[in-house]
């Protein structure tokens, strides 16, 4: 295990590099001169110049990656050249409310995920699971954006039950949590359901039932115990999205994440920002998927990872 954990890391780290160097040399495509945006069209050649070598955005493009590089490996994601702070200290300052959204949404999205799953495979073919399973599907195609805005007019506009956007508080929380929880769910009820439909067809589920031991029991402790593994990952990734920023539901409610942080790095062609926040989610998809292969050996002994190494 420690070994195959130290394999993972050090592709991690490869894949962390490609990821900085391709963001590198895309971001210096994007239309648009973040000097120009700073000084305003109205600044003079010479203004704009000056700004640019001190910048160091005159140099060649390797020579700025070289440079980029050697500070990340110093732990300095660069300054911002639009707030002229540190860009791991602006990461750092929304990364809190990145975490509470993600955990807010985790919960809702797991517990709708599950129970709702678990409810359809228990009355497979009936209506209630016909039901279940269109309002997942249904969920499915609807954009994040659509959801965020129908909830804002029915639970804010119109029943004035919640705050439209812009707050960090528990109540501020609720309506984005509901809006990614809700989307996130979709794909759990139809993963869970499938896999316990699977698992209570096995001979071991009829002994139990058999023996009269509690459906409750049966459904929980026995099948969904022995199906979450494909759940793990699943919600693993997940979980990484919502780390690395909900683009879009924070820009619906106005939270102030990486999401929202990224967004405006963009707009502004803010080029440390954005490499930054690029970096940032992707290291943090290298470390959950790890931890997501640790928690398989958890769940399931019976993975061998050395095996798996050396068949590879």
Same mark, same amino acid.
């Given at each position: 295990?420690?070994?195959?954990?130290?394999?993972?890391?050090?592709?991690?780290?490869?894949?962390?590099?490609?990821?900085?160097?391709?963001?590198?040399?895309?971001?210096?495509?994007?239309?648009?001169?973040? $000097?120009? =945006?700073?000084?305003?069209?109205?600044?003079?050649?010479?203004?704009?110049?000056?700004?640019?070598?001190?910048?160091?955005?005159?140099?060649?493009?390797?020579?700025?990656?070289?440079?980029?590089?050697?500070?990340?490996?110093?732990?300095?994601? *660069?300054?911002?050249?639009?707030?002229?702070?540190?860009?791991?200290?602006?990461?750092?300052?929304?990364?809190?409310?990145?975490?509470?959204?993600?955990?807010?949404?985790?919960?809702?999205?797991?517990?709708?995920?599950?129970?709702?799953?678990?409810?359809?495979?228990?009355?497979?073919?009936?209506?209630?699971?016909?039901?279940?399973?269109?309002?997942?599907?249904? *969920?499915?195609?609807? #954009?994040?954006?659509?959801?965020?805005?129908?909830?804002?007019?029915?639970?804010? /506009?119109? &029943? *004035?039950?919640? #705050?439209?956007?812009?707050?960090?508080?528990? $109540?501020? &929380?609720?309506?984005?949590?509901?809006?990614?929880?809700? +989307?996130?769910?979709?794909?759990? =009820?139809?993963?869970?359901?499938?896999?316990?439909?699977? $698992? &209570?067809?096995?001979?071991?589920? !009829?002994?139990?039932?058999?023996?009269?031991?509690?459906?409750? =029991?049966?459904?929980?402790?026995?099948?969904? !115990?022995?199906?979450?593994?494909? /759940?793990?990952?699943?919600?693993? @990734?997940?979980?990484?999205?919502?780390?690395?920023?909900?683009?879009?539901?924070?820009?619906?409610?106005?939270? #102030?994440?990486? *999401?929202?942080?990224?967004?405006?790095?963009?707009?502004?062609?803010?080029?440390?920002? =954005?490499?930054?926040?690029? @970096?940032?989610?992707?290291?943090?998809?290298? +470390?959950?998927?790890? &931890?997501?292969?640790?928690?398989?050996?958890?769940?399931? #002994?019976?993975?061998?990872?050395?095996?798996?190494?050396?068949?590879?």
């Amino acid at each position: 295990m420690k070994q195959y954990i130290l394999n993972r890391l050090f592709s991690g780290v490869i894949v962390l590099i490609g990821l900085s160097i391709f963001t590198f040399m895309l971001i210096h495509f994007i239309p648009g001169d973040p $000097v120009r =945006i700073i000084l305003g069209q109205r600044a003079t050649v010479e203004q704009i110049e000056t700004l640019r070598e001190q910048m160091g955005l005159n140099k060649p493009l390797v020579e700025q990656y070289v440079t980029y590089a050697t500070g990340v490996l110093k732990g300095d994601l *660069g300054i911002s050249l639009k707030t002229g702070r540190p860009v791991s200290a602006e990461i750092a300052e929304r990364f809190p409310s990145t975490v509470k959204m993600a955990a807010a949404s985790l919960v809702v999205a797991v517990s709708l995920g599950v129970i709702l799953g678990i409810i359809a495979a228990k009355y497979k073919h009936t209506w209630v699971d016909i039901g279940i399973m269109s309002l997942a599907t249904l *969920g499915m195609s609807l #954009p994040s954006f659509w959801l965020g805005l129908l909830f804002i007019m029915v639970f804010s /506009v119109t &029943l *004035g039950w919640f #705050p439209i956007a812009g707050g960090t508080g528990f $109540v501020d &929380l609720v309506l984005p949590a509901l809006t990614l929880g809700v +989307l996130m769910s979709t794909t759990l =009820i139809r993963l869970i359901r499938a896999g316990m439909v699977d $698992v &209570l067809s096995n001979d071991y589920i !009829r002994t139990a039932r058999s023996k009269g031991m509690n459906e409750r =029991i049966i459904l929980f402790r026995h099948a969904f !115990r022995n199906m979450m593994i494909p /759940v793990v990952a699943v919600i693993g @990734l997940q979980m990484a999205s919502l780390l690395g920023g909900a683009v879009i539901v924070e820009q619906v409610f106005s939270w #102030p994440g990486i *999401g929202t942080l990224s967004i405006q790095a963009i707009s502004s062609r803010d080029f440390p920002m =954005i490499q930054g926040t690029v @970096l940032f989610i992707g290291a943090i998809y290298v +470390l959950v998927s790890i &931890l997501v292969d640790i928690m398989y050996a958890a769940l399931d #002994p019976r993975i061998d990872y050395t095996t798996k190494r050396e068949g590879a």
